[in-house]
């Protein structure tokens, strides 16, 4: 999908690329099983854990506060209070299993897993993967479209540099 308004290609960027970290983490829990413990030494997990540590801070922080302090309160202003509340509740959700996720995925990278901190990362790792999945789907499916046809093209430029002036 390619978008037109320069916020919404860029958070659709964004989406896709946490989707692929997501589609990583859960082939990673699929292919360990909960009661055994991972070598978090093997080079893929070391490059996953590292992705995960950095790209659940970026998104729990940057993007989710972009979208907060800047889209919803400027798509209230249009009259679409609804789309806002919802997607601000589900960050809520979502803040503090990606942070807690990033925290896991660091020590793990520090110190490896044992039994009780892989059990942690496992299932943590599978209620980030459920929820962030059906919230970047409500996102791309509702969120992005309304950006695409109510933003004037001054907003939409100075919405962008103030975004891209955040990484």
Known sequence: MSFTN??????HE???ATMALVERLEQFIACHRRDVTPDASDTAAVRLLSDLATG???EVQRHFAFEEERL?????TMGNEAI???LTDEHALLRPIG???????REAAATGFDAAKWMEFHQTGQKLCETLRAHV???EMALLPLIEESMDAET???FLKEYRETT
């Not at 320069?6 to 958070?11: K, T």
């Not at 942070?99 to 995925?105: C, N």
């Open 6 to 11: 320069g916020v919404s290609q860029v958070l």
């Open 99 to 105: 942070a807690r996720l990033a925290r896991l995925a």
């Open 56 to 58: 659940m801070e970026n």
């Open 14 to 16: 964004e989406h896709q």
């Open 137 to 139: 789907q409500k996102e």
């Open 72 to 76: 919803f309160t400027y798509l209230n």
């Open 156 to 158: 939409e430029a100075q």
């Open 84 to 86: 806002g509340a919802h």
